[in-house]
């Protein structure tokens, strides 16, 4: 007898997840707290708990969650882990080029830097100034590294006041990691004289500024994508 396709054990599997992450809205359950458990799941919905336990797994191979064994599941103390791995899931799948990837960072970055300009605090540009002083520093003896620039953008980002923007900015910082070190690697001073720009940009709150800086580090930053791709990067 010839087997049918899985396909409505994978769309019930879905649609579990769906309505899970709907419980943790609606109860605006955060970071730490635990889940309901399986069998309340499962009693809530009117559905096996093996249906529940199977979506379960789903959020927590996205990092919505964490399945602490033999205790209970919680939220994920680190939901910009989700992001990434929604974003690493949807790049897998895409066969996008270097080129969209290129406006992709772009437009992100500079949305977020845009937003950051109007809602810096001087304790915002003192932390951002201090990033950049570190950046110069080890730029200028010859120890930079890719966490030197990652630090220069998420003190950017805390600047947004924002926790969506936050959360994602840096897990996409997260996703262009290995290829912003690369780049970095290849054009230190040039990274550095964009970061200078974009800093001055944001102090003199000028979001042009920045953007241009933004546009020409992205650029640079392109011309790393090609060998690794295929990769995800």
Known sequence: MEMKPKRTRKSLSKQVMESIEKIILDQKLQPGDALPTEQQISEELGVSKSSV??????????????????????????????????????????????????????????????????????????????????????????????????????QILQATHNAFLISMGTALNALFRDSIGASIRKYPEVALADHEKIFAGILQRRAELAAEAIEESADRWSLSLPRIENSLL
Do not use: W
């Open 53 to 154: 336990r199977e979506a379960i797994k789903m959020l927590e191979a996205l990092g919505v969650v964490e399945i602490r064994r033999g205790l209970c599941t919680v939220i994920s103390e680190n939901p910009e882990q989700g992001y990434l791995n929604v974003f690493l899931s949807h790049l897998y799948l895409l066969s996008g080029s270097a080129e969209e990837l290129r406006e992709f960072r772009k437009i992100i970055e500079e949305a977020y830097t845009t937003q950051a300009i109007a809602t810096a605090t001087e304790a915002d540009i003192t932390a951002i100034r201090e990033a950049l002083e570190q950046f110069r520093a080890r730029c200028r003896d010859g120890t930079l590294t890719v966490d030197d620039d990652l630090r220069f953008h998420n």
